[in-house]
């Protein structure tokens, strides 16, 4: 078996980059700084310019108000993942071949950064999960990069987000960086809690591919 194909992103590149991690295939990142431009900005213009295919491509007026009103909810969703220190979000879309089934399967990965009280690495995993988040399936490791902890929460989205309310399941993967007063917690969410074991996988591949310094 040949050893698998891995693309470096232009990201890999950046020099204000403070983590670096490995997608496995079946993920589409998307660029929060083109996709929630400032107003009135150069980056704005790109992306209207992008749109407007896309604008100009529906059937009637209908088609065109419901397709600007999602595109303006995703947009609040990725706004609403910046504020919390997301600064990395991508698109998963793996066909289900477990079941036999073959239906598409969706999820979103997410990297975010959190400020913490100065400790100890270890002791900084642990409390990620001793929180009152609901964290269950937990697991303490050493990775490469590391100390890390990985945990689960369920959830339903509440009535009036926007959302449809279908049980998700978020997996964490919590990385406490060198300086010892930071976090990075990677983030997969599904709609599809039945390949737990299969999403946690890949999670975990996504995480033992993460270093603190460039590769």
Known sequence: MSAPTVILDASTADPLAELWFVEPAGFLPLSLDALLPEPDSPAGDSLRAAA???????????ARQQFIAAFAAGQQLLAALREVGTVHCSVGLHRDDV???GELLFSL???SWRETAPAPRGVTAARAVASDGGHVQVEF?????????????GSTPASGSGLPRRPLLQM?????????????????TTTAPARRAEYRAIL????????????
Do not use: N
Request: negative net charge; charged residues 20%.
């Open 52 to 62: 407007a295919p896309l604008v100009d491509a529906a059937p009637d007026e209908a």
């Open 99 to 101: 079941g036999g089934a």
């Open 109 to 111: 990965f997410t990297v």
């Open 141 to 153: 490791v050493e990775l490469a990069a590391g100390p890390a902890s990985f945990s689960e929460v």
């Open 172 to 188: 964490h993967a919590h990385l406490p960086h060198p300086d010892c007063r930071r976090l990075a917690v990677l983030t997969l």
């Open 204 to 215: 975990r591949v996504i995480a033992e591919s993460v270093s603190f310094e460039r590769p």
